[in-house]
């Protein structure tokens, strides 16, 4: 099948950075767009920044000009990197990708999730 691995996660104090990482792997025919969620502790998930296979992208207001989406489309894998980082960054960062998958003959559109990975930012 298809599997989404994390890394990149961490503890960072207020203003650093940190960049995440996600890889795709498996029977995939195509990606139609990876992105990052976001769920914090008693919130919702949230869409922090996405990316098409044509390269355009979408982020949260809350993050537009701190935070960088990035693909290598070779690779199937999507960067985001995080800078002037603030305490209510803070949250489990979830790796998300739209993508074709083959099974046998067939090809099927579906939408996969990674684990996440624990972005901490406090003094």
């Known amino acids: 099948q298809v599997q989404l691995v994390e890394s990149g996660g961490g503890l960072v104090q207020p203003g650093g950075s940190l960049r995440l990482s996600c890889t795709a792997s498996?029977?995939?025919?195509?990606?139609?767009?990876m992105g990052w969620y976001r769920q914090a502790p008693g919130k919702q998930r949230e869409l922090v920044a996405s990316?098409?296979?044509?390269?355009?992208?979408n982020y949260a207001d809350s993050v537009k000009g701190r935070f960088t989406i990035s693909g290598d489309i070779d690779k199937n894998t999507v960067y985001l990197q995080m800078n002037s980082l603030k305490p209510e960054d803070t949250a489990v960062y979830l790796c998300?990708?739209?993508?074709?998958?083959?099974?046998?003959?067939?090809?099927?559109?579906?939408?996969?999730w990674g684990q996440g990975t624990q972005v901490t930012v406090s003094s």
């Open positions: 498996g029977r995939i025919f195509s990606i139609n767009a």
């Open positions: 990316i098409t296979s044509r390269g355009n992208t």
């Open positions: 998300n990708a739209d993508l074709v998958r083959s099974s046998g003959y067939r090809k099927i559109r579906d939408d996969y």
